[in-house]
């Protein structure tokens, strides 16, 4: 397009902006003829100001990545029923964090897909929050087995597992960041992905992080819980092992796999960095060592961010 002349231009600009100006004007004067009405005394009482929706949700991290946990975030004063976060047909609960806020937790996992993501959130009205959920690059692992044998779990161990992994008590216990639960050296990482006899295993990732610490050495736990549950080699966890399983609130739960000895027991009420075992090699595990499973919603998430950012 040509250029117009200078004058020419700025009358053009303006003339554009006129309507805006006369909206702009229009709606102030609404505004002040109400405050003056109301301010009259004997004048009729205006209604209270209704908000036309509610006030913004807030999510951090804004660029999660597959395994890490998506924390949302409402003023309490907008929220008329029990609030919640649904994503993919699942609903997942507020809990107010304080008086001004209710926040809900949101697992993701190395298996979920990459790219946008809905979070839908109800808190009396709703309101939808797009993410990009970035992907992320696993190592990945290539496992050998003979033929007939498949290392899974088998039903009944699996259930009593998950059953625990499923629950959700309304008393957040953890607070700031996770202690390190043994002081052996990292073997494994969270999400490792595996191919079992060459054929990528979709399903599979690892859903917790292995440290390698010495037989019999301690394993603590990393933030405050309530002992949710046990098991034992010779009660049928043959692959768990001995383990113990911590309800950290909220929907929050941890695992410690393939102990040795276990030094709590159901029901305990334990603080951070108490002693809950030590490590062996019970179940199936080739050497002594520590998997800890952390665990948002029933769903395996990177405990990372918890252990070096924290989350309240
Ligand atoms: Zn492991």
Redesign the pocket.
Known sequence: MRKLPQPLRHWVTWYLRLPLWLTGLTALCLVSSAIVLSQQPGAAQLPPISPTRIAAATVSPQKPKLGDTIKVTVPASGVTTSPSVAWKGKTYPMFQVNRDRYRALIPTTPIDKPGRMTLQVNTGSTQNITLNLRNRRFPTQRIWLPAGQDGSVSDDEFDRVNAFKQIVTPEKRWNGKLRRPNNGPVT?IYGVRRYYNGVFAGDYF?????YAGNRGSAVIAPAGAKVAAIGYERNGFAVHGNWVGLDHGQGVTSIY?HLNRITVKPGDIVKAGQRIGTIGNTGSATGP?L???FFVHGKAVDPVPWRYKGFE
């Open positions: 494994s690892h859903r917790g992080v292995d796999i060592h998997h800890w499973g």
